[in-house]
């Protein structure tokens, strides 16, 4: 039972290229959430679903897209990275009003 | 506005004595509140959780403590142990899918 998988775990990108973070999960969980975590600044909720096919902004949703095609799998997708968005990014899951399930991050370097 | 404040960055704390990491809100509609360990390179994991309608909830070591009327709630760990060396983060809710993360305190125990 792998939980919530990130994928890739590690990534250097120059400014202006596009990439997408892929995360899994395996515990059928109905919501899905994006969080970025910067030094001081906790974690920020990106964006998140609560279904498959459906997808909301959430605090610091700007220069970031996601889609939710498929129940186990939420995407984040960075367009034109900046030097901005260097940052620790987590997926986590979740039943409705159950603790939300972390994966293990992906680490996002922009020069 | 930072709704969900951990204004202790840090702590030390001695092998087997109590460790106290504190949370102060801000919203008063936050009626459910979660704290979460974070161990390096890893995502964080759910600890304990404790609904406004309580004041106490208590997991083994682990105990949170919920003060409405000051908006404050904390975790206590009774005995502290190397393995519980990790940054610990504070969140809340109210009602709805999202949660509001504090800064996180990093807790070190001194063997």
């Known amino acids: 039972n792998a939980g919530v998988t990130q994928t890739p775990k590690f990534r250097v990108l120059k400014t202006g290229q596009s990439m997408t973070l892929l995360c899994a999960q395996d515990m059928n969980h109905e919501y899905m959430y994006w969080y970025r975590q910067d030094p001081g600044m906790g974690l920020r909720l990106i964006h998140y679903s609560v279904g498959e096919g459906t997808t909301a902004k959430g605090e610091v949703p700007d220069g970031y897209n996601v889609s939710r095609l498929k129940k186990q799998n939420f995407l984040l997708g960075l367009e034109s990275a900046a030097p901005s968005q260097t940052s620790v990014y987590f997926c986590?899951?979740?039943?409705?009003?159950?603790?939300?399930?972390f994966g293990d991050g992906t680490r996002l370097s922009i020069l | 506005d930072q709704q969900v404040k951990q204004n202790s960055p840090s702590l030390s704390v001695q092998e087997g004595r109590i460790s106290i990491l504190n949370c102060d809100y801000t919203n008063s509609m936050f009626d459910y509140f979660l704290w979460y360990k974070k161990y390096p390179a890893e995502g964080p994991t759910f600890l304990i959780s404790?609904?406004?309608?309580?004041d106490k909830n208590e997991d083994g070591r682990f105990t949170v403590f919920l003060n409405k009327s000051a908006k404050h709630l904390s975790l206590h760990i009774v005995p502290s142990q190397p393995g519980d060396s990790a940054v610990y983060f504070c969140a809340a809710n109210f009602g709805n899918e999202k949660l509001t993360f504090g800064t996180g305190t990093r807790l070190t125990i001194i063997p």
């Open positions: 404790i609904s406004s309608i309580k």
């Open positions: 986590a899951s979740s039943y409705p009003g159950q603790p939300q399930h």
